[in-house]
Each structure stands twice: as C-alpha cells, then as structure tokens.
C-alpha cells in the first residue's frame, strides 16, 4: 500500500534510514509479506545492531512464517539486549511451544509471568503446557498423581488467566473442559 511506497521512497534518498528500514518491515510483516519483512528488518539492524523492537519484530515475522528456529534465534537475543523484556520471554516461549518443546515453552512462560505477574495471556498459556504436560502422562497410563499435578498446575493459571482478564473464554472453556477431565480420571 501507501505506507510501504512511502518508506521505498525514504530509502531510495537514504538507504541508511534505520527507521525507514523498520517501520517498512513492520509494514510488509502486517501485509505478510514476510520475506520481504525479513529483508527490511535484516537492513534495519544492519543499521542498528541493539535495537530490541527490530529484533522482536524479526522474530515475529519468522514465527508468523513458520520460521520457528529461527524465531527463537530472534528471541534470544532479544533477551540478550534487554533481560526484562517480558514480551521477548512471551514470544520465545510461544516459539518454543510451536516447535513441541513444552520444557522451554515452561520456563519462559514462567519467565514472562515473573517479570509482569498480572500478565493473562502468559497464565493462560502456560496452563496450556501444564496440561500438554498432563496429558502425555494420561496417554502413556504412567503416573496418574504426576498427571493430576500438572492438571492442578494448568487450573491454576487458567483461573489466574481468568482473574485477570474476566473476558478471556478460552480460560473458561479451559476450566471446564480439564475439570471433566481431572473427574474422568478420578472416576467420577
């Protein structure tokens, strides 16, 4: 569209105009116009090498592309530059969970939920890994108290999910869908 004509035009004058390079990327990665998006944020941080969003924004362009090692790459660095990031833990948790890592996935959930207590989505979804966690144990018939532990856990952060966003139906068909589950595996 317009924008991305417009910020063409900046770089054509001045190709070393790091937000011209950025705010094109931001612009191609909406459109999903991801190789594309890549490239403008490859020459964004070219330009400037610590700049956090541009490195978030890769990641996230990989992600929403199926990129998922390469997104974690991203992440990390993320990380790297700026430690309490709660949203550079979040989406390098996501991409860990993309990839079925669910023990990573865990831990930068936690990660995220250590640096913004109050952050639902990061409740919710590290409930989701709770109960993928869960569920492994129920499909093996091994260990059903190690099962109903990581349930527990996964109720936990669905009702905290819930707490803190009382509009998030996802938690609620969360909570009532592993609480008929937990009543099926205690036989009742």
Known sequence: GKAQKMYM?????DPNHHAAWYNLGYVQEELQLFDSAIKSFTEALKLEPNDKDAVI????????????????????KAIELDSACVM???????????????KSAMKYFKCAIEI?????DAHFNLGICYQDE????KESSKDKKTMMEFYEQALKHYKE???????MDEAREAIELLMAEMAEANGK
């Open 57 to 76: 924004n890769l990641g996230n362009t990989y992600m929403n592309s199926g990129k998922f090692d390469e997104s974690i790459v991203q992440y990390k």
């Open 161 to 167: 999910a819930l707490k803190l966003e009382s509009e």
């Open 88 to 102: 550079s833990h979040y989406n390098l948790a996501s991409a860990y969970h993309s990839i079925f890592d669910i």
């Open 9 to 13: 035009e900046v770089i054509k004058l």
């Open 116 to 120: 913004q207590s109050d952050y639902a």
């Open 134 to 137: 869960g569920a492994k144990l």
